[in-house]
């Protein structure tokens, strides 16, 4: 059986109830929607054509995506709020063949792609790449989720994430449509926090995923004791802040619901923390992002490839079923990403003894000092938890001797000389040098990608904007 075969009989056989905001329909009603489209473009769509369509997230979403796999083509949805140059750009570098516009499908060239999705990497640390995934790699990269977490079609998926993005697409609408769960998305617009926990308040929610932020920001807000039913909270995308985890169950009075996991948009379902099972720390105190999902092996590898042992820090390699096939608009950098059958994900990470995964963050955002490599994150924790800042943001700046200087970003607090001058001084006992420059700011300044978490590329060169204008002052 052909995998859109696959799928389009599960989401037959479900009795999935979806809800996007007052809007709420049945699998079978998505699926004869799909059935008149499928009937009606089918003169039109090609098999191997990729197909990109710009539909709010709703019913029209996902019958559109069905039909475009039950014709063997590959669907490119785009956020409808994208700038147009943007989408443009998208379009050309995807080398999209049909765009749905008002008027329905409009040509733009020939040329065939293999069948499938193709998501846009959330472009943390550089240009966001189109990905190109199978339905395989989509069908395998649920089904693993389901199995480690439990889920069964009693559960209640309530998100705020984007669907334009693999977490908010495969976990949080794919999953529960093929589980035959309930799933509500939430209006991310306006108060995107405020809103996401009435949603989980109001429909009871059993599942439900985010980011450090959005958990940071929940628990400044959250009042009441409305998360009785809930089963875990599914958090990745970033290397996994312990402080945050704490204060979000510190404030909805529950331990344990905080599920860390990894995946990215090449790779969808690569590790996470099974239910019930309790957050590791290394000897730093970061936390694990679980063992690897079923049918998926990691390695830990150094700049020259080899494969290192256990509790050794590294470049982080997957491979397994839900991996992607190419960047479409960049055959060379699928070549340097993808060799016999791994990824090189371009995180920085450990694999421990017992084969949990640890991630510190991109390999390019790695600090170099005094003859050692540190993680943003490991200079963040110093600072959060010592001193009981919210948030701190570590990032390193290339200098003149081929090692970096340092610039913290103190996020939402108030840098009073005092604050300054502890922060300076507990930096330089721990790690051995001193930041170049210390910076308060405020959450909402902070650059984030299109999925939310922060853009580490702009946030470097907003501090080198400000190493360059202190220089200037200094000078002047």
């Not at 083509?73 to 700038?83: E, F, I, S, T």
């Not at 599920?259 to 790779?267: A, D, F, H, I, Q």
């Amino acid at each position: 059986m052909k995998t859109a075969d696959s799928i389009l009989k599960r989401v037959g056989q479900s009795r999935s109830a979806l809800r996007f905001g007052g809007v709420e329909i049945d699998a079978p009603s998505i699926l004869r929607d799909s059935e008149r489209r499928r009937a009606l473009w089918s003169e039109m769509v090609q098999p191997g054509d990729l197909c990109a369509f710009s539909e709010a997230p709703g019913p029209d979403f996902l019958a559109t995506l069905l039909a475009l796999w039950a014709l063997d083509a590959a669907a490119m949805p785009l956020d409808p709020g994208l700038h147009p140059r943007r989408k443009q750009d998208r379009l050309e570098r995807a080398g999209v063949n049909l765009q749905l516009t008002s008027e329905g499908w409009v040509r733009r060239r020939r040329k065939e792609h293999a069948g499938g999705l193709v998501l846009f990497t959330s472009g943390t640390s550089g240009y966001p790449r189109a990905v190109s995934l199978t339905l395989c790699a989509i069908e395998a990269s649920i089904d693993i989720f389901i199995e480690r977490f439990n889920l069964n079609s009693q559960d209640i998926f309530v998100s705020a994430i984007s669907p334009y993005h693999g977490l908010g697409l495969l976990k949080f609408l794919l999953t529960p449509l093929l589980l035959g769960a309930q799933s509500v998305l939430v209006d991310a617009q306006g108060n995107r926090i405020q809103n996401w926990l009435e949603g989980l308040r109001e429909h009871k929610a059993t599942v439900t995923g985010g980011t450090n932020h959005s958990l940071d920001a929940a628990s400044r807000i959250f009042r009441g004791d409305f998360l009785g039913d809930l089963r875990f909270v599914l958090v990745g995308g970033e290397p996994i802040r312990l402080s945050s985890v704490r204060a979000f169950e510190s404030a909805i009075g529950r331990s344990g619901v905080v599920r860390p996991c990894y995946g990215l948009t090449e790779c969808p379902s690569v590790s996470g923390l099974g239910f019930g099972q309790e957050i590791r720390t290394d000897s730093q105190g970061q936390a694990c992002s679980g063992k690897p999902f079923d049918g998926v092996e990691i390695q830990i590898r150094d700049d020259q490839g080899a494969v290192l042992p256990p509790g050794e820090r590294g470049m982080v390699w997957v491979t397994g079923r839900p991996c992607f096939t190419s960047y479409l608009d960049s055959p060379e950098e699928t070549e340097s990403r993808l060799r016999d059958g791994w990824l090189l994900t371009g995180d920085w990470g450990m694999l421990d003894s017992q084969n949990h995964l640890y991630i510190y963050g991109r390999r390019q955002a790695m600090i170099k000092r005094a003859g050692t490599t540190l993680a943003p994150r490991e200079i963040e924790q110093i600072v959060e938890e010592l001193l009981k800042v919210g948030r701190c943001l570590a990032v390193g700046i290339p200098s003149q001797h081929g090692t970096h200087d340092l610039v913290l970003f103190i996020v939402g607090e108030r840098l009073e000389k005092s604050l300054h001058l502890r922060i300076t001084a507990l930096v330089l006992e721990h790690i051995g040098f001193s930041p170049r420059r210390i910076q308060s700011i405020d959450s909402e300044a902070l650059p984030r990608t299109e999925s939310g978490k922060v853009d580490e590329a702009r946030l470097r060169e907003l501090a080198l904007e400000m190493i360059e204008q202190h220089e200037e002052i200094k000078h002047a």
